[in-house]
Each structure stands twice: as C-alpha cells, then as structure tokens.
C-alpha cells in the first residue's frame, strides 16, 4: 500500500479537493507590499481558504452609504490567482464608529440596564432595526459585488453570532421579546400559566408588562430567564436568516457562519441554527481553565459532528499557539498543534483553520498566536503550520470520510440554560460539568459516541447516555423510554427528566420524566459539600450529589456506605420492556463512572468502542474503501499499539504493530473488510 491516493473533492463543496487548510486573514492591518508576501507564504503553507472581510465594514463602508471595494477586490483577485479559495465575509460583525455615534440607540444594554459602548467589538443589539437596516445594505452590496465572483467559494455571515452581545436588556429588545413570547404563548393567560406567575405576586394583566430578566434584588423567574435564553438565540438566528436570504437571493455560493461550540459560551441553541447552515462551521480554542483541556475539545469537535448531521463540518477557526483572553495564555508545546488539529479532523471535520493568518501588531489580539508569528518564518510555530500543511493535503482521501458509532449522547443547551440557574439544590451542580465528566468517562473507555439532541431519533444506536437532563419535555423522554422498551439500553444520570420545557416540576418522585424507565423514585436531594465524599459498597466513591432513593423494579447495584443515606441505593439497573436502563443517582469517581459506563456498553452491543491505553484517543472515519484510524497519543510516553494499515503521517506500512509517538498522531490507513 503506498501513500497516494485520489484525493476526492471535498464535500464541504468549497471547490477544493481534499481537506481544507486555511485561516482568517486582516489585510485591512497591513500594508499592500506585506499582502504580497503573505499570499507567497499561504501557498508555502499549503493555504486553500482564507477568510477575509470579517471586520471590514470602516474599511468598506467609512461614511454612511459609501462604499469602497477597490481594496476588497484586489486582495481576493491577488488570492484567487494563486489558487486560494476566498471565504466572504459579509463584515457586518462590528458596526463603524459613525453608525454608531448617528444611532447610539443600537447599543446593547446589560442586565443592569447600562449601557456598552463602542471600542471593542460586536457592540449592536440583536433587535435594533437600525443596525439591522444598516447591515443588510452592506449586505446587499457587499453580495451584489462579489455573488458569482469565482474567487468566493463561502459566505460568512457576520462572525461569531452572540459572542458579546448575545443577551440585550434594552427597551428595544424588550418590545422583541413581547413579540415572541406572544407568538408562542398566544395568550397572557397561557404565558401566567407557564411562567408560574402566580408565585410572589409576578401575574401579568398585560403584555407591556413584561421585561427582560433584568437583575432583581431577589432571584428572578426561573422560566422567564429560561425563554429570555430562547428569545435571545432565536434573535439572533433571525438575524442570520436575514442576511442568508439577501445572499440566497443572488449568489448560489454555500452559506455559513461560524459556531462557538465551547465551554465558556450557552447563549445560542445550535440545534436550532445548524439546519439553516449550508455548512456547519466551528471556532474552538483550547481552554486552560479547565482541567483537561483536549478532552474539551473532542466533545466540541463530536457536538459540532452532532450538529452536521454526521456529515463533515469545518472547523472556522482555533489556535497555533496562545490565545490573549483568558487569565494566563499558555504557548502550545511541539506538536500540540498538530495533534489539536488531528483530533478535529478525527472527529468529522474536513477542514481546519485558524484565527489568523499573520500576528496583528496593533489592537488588542496583538498577543494572540497566528500562523505567521512576530517572530516570522524562523520559528516553531511556522515550521509546524508548514510541516500540518503538507500532511493536510497529504490527508486529501479522508475528506467524506465519516464517524460511525452507535451510542449516542444527549446534548441540549435549553437544559444547560436551565439546570445553571438560582436557587437549585446545589450551586455546586453545573450542567456542562457533567456532561463534561460523562462523555469524559466514555472517552476514558475508547467508546465514540454520537451527540443528539433530546428528542432526536434514536433508531439505529444500541446505547443512550442522558446526562443531568433537568429540563426535558415528555416527548422528548418519551423518545428515551420507547428506545429502551424497544430493546435499547440508557445510561441516565441524576438531576434529570425532573422539569418540563417550561421548568415546571414533575411531582410524583425524581427523576419525574425517567421514572418509569430508571424503576426507582427519588424523594429528596442530598446534595454533598465540595471536597467531601461517600464510600459506596461496590468500591467507589460518590460526590456532588446524593438522593433518597426508592427502588420501584429496579435493582441497586451500589449503596452508600456512610452519610445520611447508609443502605440506600446510588447506581440502580432496570430492565423494561426488552431493554436496560441504569439510572447514576450520584456523582461517581471517574473510575467508577468509567466502569459503570463501560459496563453499559458491553451489555447494549455496542460496537464503537477501541482498545485504548490510558491517554489515548482512538476514533475511526469510514471511507467507501477505506477506514481511517486516528491514533492520538496525548501521554509523555511513546504508546505500542495493534492497529495494522498504512500510517498517513509517518507514511509507513504498520504490519502487527505500532507506536504511536509521545504527543504524535498516527492515521492508519486500512483496506475495508467486503463481505
Ligand atoms: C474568536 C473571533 C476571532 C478572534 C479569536 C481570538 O472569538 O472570532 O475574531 O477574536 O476569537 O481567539
């Protein structure tokens, strides 16, 4: 088997073949003669796409209704002749300084009422028509200039929708927010009933009445906050339809805009949004804040695939090196780039990018990597970006290549939105922590999975893991307790199916929606104080949580040996119908965790699970005629492994076994079984 192989066009359908390799570039920071040498050293690099124009309207548009498109038309002729593909911004995402000095009434508002003001970035409100009138003229220039240029191959519609500016209290957004939730609840009747009203004197006569969640001296409606959340990310997707629509209506060229599937950002459900994209697009940078940052990154990576569908994402945007926001900005070490990058790819995308191309050295991101550093071509950083370059194009016959497995994982932000908020049993229970620690145990145990949205169709998968699942409607559990009937097996974990959509509770015994299907009934929550913990008699150690929980069918197969609950069951196993649930009413160590999961696993069939040492991440991508087994070996050691094929990286025949190297990546190339 040798290394060259036909490299397919890539089904992002951005006109390159093979994988993309890019970044967003600022030509408006430099000067022409440095335009010149940055094309020369994009070709170097093995750059296809690059994103430009992403804040360009003072450039574009300096004063009000004159446009200038003589610099725009030169850097996208100038990347077009050198074969690199142009991905458009429609540079609406920071408004100019004289927009907002005409209309200072587009500035957002936060939850204290005061005012943000221009200087940084993205300083609009997602419902001021005045920003929106204006953007949509840029828009429509912007589109009738460049619709049918050959050199654009992707509209990128704004940037980062929501990162700032997601949540505006101002009176304009209030008069929005009315709007929709009249839209949905038709009534002020059904709104009273849903936002339970009737507590603390909150009854609304009318709909003027009503304000944003603004801060209160006392906790606020639970479900006034929760449909603030959905008013707000649907503002913003409205937004995006906007200019989508100016762009359909003459250009055919693929729309997208770029996600923030993170940690540190809940505000848009991009459930919603990722069906109106012609190409699921993700920014992702590595965040030291948490305690395993890569691990993050896979779960972003596997959301994003979720979003696409299965089919292969792009991802927007991520790091060479150090970002410049966050409290301490670590440099990457050698070929933690490579391997951050390999792991997207891994994981579905078929592209990857990054923030940016050359190192601002004004402004605030003056800090932050690139692939072309302060320091230039003589360092690490270039050298890695340029040896990635070659071994992207290299990969050229993985794109289309897809993630297969059958376990799926729910993912859902309006539970996110709702399981964070005031006066719960525990400030110490955050809904992406343990979505984090669950998909982290699975990672733990070489199982691949799939995320889902609740309510998704689970027809086709063996196993379902429900994590923290507070929020929950009946039909979306009812989804859950059907696929188990049916034979499918659940792993569900405390803290969920307890409200419904409109974060009412379901009385009767936790974990309400899952009740039936766990066959237990909770009756009260025992939260545990940070850095306690209680032995269990299956060896494990329970922390975060604990419920006083009564056995209706199911069987305990862990009990609490100390604490307030001695005897009472923590890890319970139900079957129903001719499917198993297992119901996790604690927060189990990892280890633990990683057995019960591994258990579930075994039992349901599930087939996506690879043998893993400690630290090792094995994800498979099936071709039409071949598999790609992506080995990631994040550990300070070299790892042997039994993985036979052809390395694309190393580009060596592995015949029994390989070794992966410490901090390496191997892409084992192997021949599909025909049967
Ligand atoms: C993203 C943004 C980029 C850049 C980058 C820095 O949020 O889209 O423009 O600011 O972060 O990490």
Redesign the pocket.
């Known amino acids: 088997m040798n290394s060259t192989e036909a490299h397919r066009p890539s089904p992002l359908g951005l006109g390159t073949d093979g994988l993309v390799f890019g970044c ?1 570039y600022n030509p408006e920071q430099w000067g022409k003669e440095v335009w010149r040498e940055d094309v020369r050293l994009m070709r170097e690099a093995g750059v296809n796409l690059v994103a430009i124009n ?1 804040f360009g309207w003072s450039h574009i548009e300096p004063r009000r209704g004159e446009f200038h498109f003589d610099d725009l038309d030169e850097i996208i002729a100038l990347l077009h002749e050198n074969g690199i593909g142009v991905n458009l911004g429609t540079g609406t995402s920071s408004p100019p300084p004289w927009l907002t000095t005409l209309h200072p009434e587009m500035l957002p508002q936060v939850s204290d009422g005061t005012t943000r003001w221009p200087g940084g970035r993205q300083a609009w409100c997602p419902s001021s028509p005045v920003f929106r009138e204006h953007a949509m003229t840029l828009v429509r220039a912007t589109v009738k200039r460049y619709g049918s240029n050959p050199a654009v191959v992707l509209w990128h519609v704004s ?2 929708l929501g ?1 700032h500016n997601a949540l505006c209290y101002c009176d304009v957004s209030a008069a929005a927010f009315r709007v929709w939730l009249e839209r949905h609840y038709t009534s002020i009747e059904a709104l009273n009933e849903a936002w339970g009203t009737a507590f603390w004197s909150q009854h609304y006569a009318q709909w003027s009445e009503i304000l944003p969640p603004r801060d209160t001296l006392s906790f606020i409606n639970p479900s006034q906050q929760l449909d603030f959340f959905r008013f707000s990310s649907d503002e913003l997707l409205d937004y995006f339809r906007a200019e989508a629509e100016i762009i359909r209506s003459s250009s055919t060229i693929p729309v997208t805009t ?1 996600f ?1 599937v993170t940690a540190h950002i809940k505000t848009q459900d991009y459930w919603r949004w990722a069906p109106e994209m012609d190409i699921v697009a993700n ?1 992702h ?1 590595l965040d030291h804040r948490l305690s395993v940052p890569h691990r993050e990154l896979s779960f972003s990576a596997d959301a994003t695939r979720g979003l696409a569908d299965g089919k292969p994402w792009l991802l927007m ?1 991520h ?1 060479t090196s150090a ?1 410049n ?1 966050q409290p301490r900005n670590r440099a990457k070490a050698p070929g933690e780039m490579m391997r951050n990058s390999l792991t997207h790819v891994a994981r579905g995308a078929d592209g990857v990018c990054f ?1 940016q191309w050359r190192a601002s050295v004004k402004g605030t ?1 003056k800090f ?1 990597s690139a692939m072309l550093p302060h320091s230039g071509t003589d360092s690490r950083v270039w050298r890695e970006v340029v040896e990635l370059g070659a071994l992207m194009h290299r990969l050229g016959e993985v794109a289309g290549s897809v993630v297969r497995s059958d376990i799926a994982f729910v993912f859902s932000w309006e539970a996110w939105w709702a399981t964070d908020q005031e006066a719960h049993p525990s400030t110490d229970l955050h809904y992406l922590e343990q979505v984090h620690q669950t998909y982290e145990a699975l990672l733990a145990i070489g199982a691949t999975v799939t995320i889902v949205a609740p309510g998704a169709d689970l027809t086709g998968y063996r196993l379902v893991v429900v994590p923290s699942l507070y929020l929950v409607s009946d039909s979306d559990a009812r989804v859950v307790t059907d696929f188990v009937a049916n034979g499918g097996h659940a792993v569900i974990t405390f803290f969920s199916g307890i409200v419904d959509e409109h974060d009412e509770v379901r009385p009767g015994g936790y974990p309400g929606a899952f009740r039936a299907v766990t066959g237990i009934s909770s009756e009260e929550f025992y939260p545990i104080a940070p850095h306690d913990s209680v032995a269990l008699s299956d060896g494990g150690t329970a922390s975060l949580w604990t419920e006083l929980l009564h056995l209706e069918g199911a069987e305990s197969t862990a009990t609490y040996l100390e604490g307030p609950l001695i005897g009472v069951s923590a890890v319970t196993r139900n079957v129903f119908g001719k499917g198993v649930a297992r119901y996790l009413a604690t927060s189990l160590d990892s280890i633990a965790l990683a057995e019960e999961l591994h258990r579930a696993v075994s039992e349901s069939g599930a087939v996506a699970v690879a043998p893993v040492t400690a630290g090792v991440e094995v994800v498979r991508r099936s071709g039409a005629e071949h598999d790609y087994v992506f080995v990631i070996n994040h550990t300070n050691s070299d790892v042997e492994h039994s993985i036979a094929g052809y390395d694309l990286v190393t580009e060596i025949d592995i015949v029994t076994r390989g070794v992966v190297a410490s901090g390496g990546v191997q892409i084992v190339r192997q021949k599909k079984e025909t049967s």
């Open positions: 967003d992403i940037n980062e990162c770029n923030m920014d940078y945007e790091s970002v926001w923030f991101e932050h």
